[in-house]
């Protein structure tokens, strides 16, 4: 089993960076695709960015396309999202999901591994 540990969030600034980490453990996922989620306080999770197994394609919500990055070290067993020119509206706890079913345009976590989050907040 999968064991996913995200890092890098907190409070920053509009149009400031953050940068999310999730080390992945148990297992490696260099042959999963991976995906970032997030959930704003009384909305459902929605999905942000997902990356193939082999970083080879990536795709993004409309809200954030242009402005993150999803990237991925499999040696490291980690994947990464860059994110820049912030908006309030991205404040969220940020999930990241590996092992879901990647089409190449869509991610479906119905299966695979959760983390526990990172809270991101963006000051107005």
């Known amino acids: 089993q999968v064991h996913l540990v995200e890092s890098g969030g907190g409070l920053v600034q509009a149009g400031g960076s953050l940068r999310l980490s999730c080390a992945a453990s148990g297992r490696t996922v260099s042959y999963y695709a991976m995906a970032w989620f997030r959930q704003a306080p009384g909305k459902e999770r929605e999905f942000v960015a997902a990356?193939?197994?082999?970083?080879?394609?990536?795709y993004y919500a409309d809200s954030v396309k242009g402005r993150f990055t999803i990237s991925r070290d499999n040696a490291k067993n980690t994947v990464y999202l860059q994110m820049n020119s912030l908006k309030p509206e991205d404040t969220a706890v940020y999930y990241c999901?590996?092992?879901?079913?990647?089409?190449?345009?869509?991610?479906?976590?119905?299966?695979?591994?959760w983390g526990q989050g990172t809270q991101v907040t963006v000051s107005s």
């Open positions: 990356i193939r197994w082999d970083g080879g394609n990536t």
């Open positions: 999901h590996a092992g879901g079913s990647d089409s190449g345009s869509s991610y479906n976590p119905s299966y695979g591994s």
